[in-house]
């Protein structure tokens, strides 16, 4: 998504990685393995080793060299096909990772069960340059790309580092930590950490209505962080918008921008959350809608229910426009019940509702249909 404002941020990015107490100013700080996985400890925790695998589709990563593989694009090109298992010890991976559409099933385990542990984590951007010529563009920027149906994550951060402040030259800033297109993607526990375009939730295709579930995850940038046309639940996630000292002014940013195909009647939905900042009050607008040129028909959706509003977004004014042609009162925005500062209502012309009749179709359940991610164990 393209910023609000027009010159590159020299702002940097504030990583909440392992209580690291880095300012605005500091780079990307990752916190040492934990002491149960140091030498001669069990790096895979309760999920076997490769000495003792609970199935034959189970690889161990380990940047020590005590698994399968030292990195995860090495697991994901061994592990072919459908139904495999990545338990990732402690340790930053830094690198790109690609999961193909054909290696459906597939699930990636944060071996210590805190994802402040297992980083994986790159620096590319939009405006980064492409061998042979051009830029990556946002996609291509993705530090991981999933397309496969059925992927399930826990215990991981996803992260991109890439920092305006380093790069002034370059314009196109949207950097993502992560993009997920595929059907029945399933994140638990999961830290999604950048600056612009941070979590891409997608499809494959226009006419794909790509299902995806967040629970308990934490989500941090600044412009469009999350973005995308995906089918999306947001249960009990915490979304933290980051300071920028570069702009004089409000808006920083935006928490949303979905784009929503206009045949797809659910958009993103989130429920039992909680967004903070650590810009100034009223500094962030909620969302606004992004009708792309690949689809203007698209009617961006999202229903925020039953969740805390800091100070941080602007309460009296919380949606934008990204395009005038688009206005955001004609797309498929709406709260209900929401709490904290930045959900008190003073322009109820600006702060669509929902009624008891219509919340009650606005659920995990009526989004996702048959597929109940909530009851899936480890």
Same mark, same amino acid.
């Given at each position: 998504?393209?910023?609000? #404002? ?37 790096? %895979? $925790? ?22 399968? #593989? ?10 072919? *096909? ?21 290696? /459906? $099933? !597939? ?36 530090? /991981? ?27 196109? /800033? ?12 399933? %994140? ?15 499809? /494959?295709?226009? +006419? ?11 989500? @941090? ?13 947001? @249960? ?122 219509? !919340?009650?179709?606005? +659920?995990?359940?009526?989004?996702? *249909? ?9």
């Amino acid at each position: 998504m393209r910023s609000p #404002h027009p010159h590159p941020s020299s702002s940097r990015r504030r990583f909440l990685l392992a209580g690291a107490g880095a300012g605005a100013g500091a780079a990307l700080a990752l916190s040492a393995a934990p002491s149960w996985a140091g030498p001669g400890r069990r790096p %895979f $925790g309760r999920f076997g080793s490769p000495a003792a695998r609970p199935t034959p589709r189970t690889l161990y990563v380990d940047p020590a060299g005590r698994g399968d #593989h030292t990195t995860v694009s090495a697991a994901v090109s061994a592990a072919s *096909g459908s139904g495999w298992t990545l338990v990732l010890a402690p340790g930053t991976y830094r690198e790109t990772v690609a999961v193909s559409a054909a290696r /459906t $099933g !597939a699930t990636w385990i944060g071996a210590s069960e805190d994802p402040r542990d297992v980083v994986i984590v790159y620096d590319n951007a939009a405006g980064t340059p492409k061998p042979g010529g051009g830029t990556l563009g946002t996609t291509g920027s993705a530090t /991981t790309t999933v397309q496969a149906d059925g992927f399930t994550a826990r215990w991981i951060t996803f992260a991109n580092d890439w920092l305006r402040a380093d790069h002034p030259g370059v314009t196109g /800033t949207q950097a993502v930590a992560l993009k997920v297109q595929g059907d029945r993607s399933a %994140f638990f526990n999961c830290r999604f950490l950048g600056h612009q375009d941070t979590l891409y939730a997608d499809s /494959t295709a226009l +006419t794909a209505f790509a299902r995806q579930y967040y629970a308990h995850c934490h989500v @941090e940038g600044d412009v469009d962080f999350v973005f995308g046309r995906a089918t999306a639940v947001f @249960e009990h996630c915490h979304f933290r918008t980051l300071d920028r000292t570069d702009l004089a002014s409000a808006p920083y940013g935006f928490v949303f921008a979905p784009s929503t195909a206009g045949a797809n009647p659910r958009g993103y939905l989130v429920t039992h959350g909680r967004v903070s900042s650590a810009a100034p009050d009223a500094a962030y607008k909620l969302a606004r809608p992004w009708v792309p040129s690949s689809d203007t028909t698209a009617r961006p959706m999202l229903t925020v229910r039953e969740t805390r509003l800091g100070p941080g977004v602007d309460a009296v004014a919380p949606y934008a426009d990204m395009s005038s042609a688009h206005p955001w009162q004609d797309q498929r925005f709406a709260e209900y019940r929401n709490t904290g500062p930045g959900a008190v209502i003073t322009v109820p012309a600006n702060r669509p509702q929902l009624n008891r009749v219509q !919340a009650a179709s606005a +659920t995990r359940e009526a989004y996702l *249909g048959d597929w109940t991610p909530w009851t899936e164990g480890c």
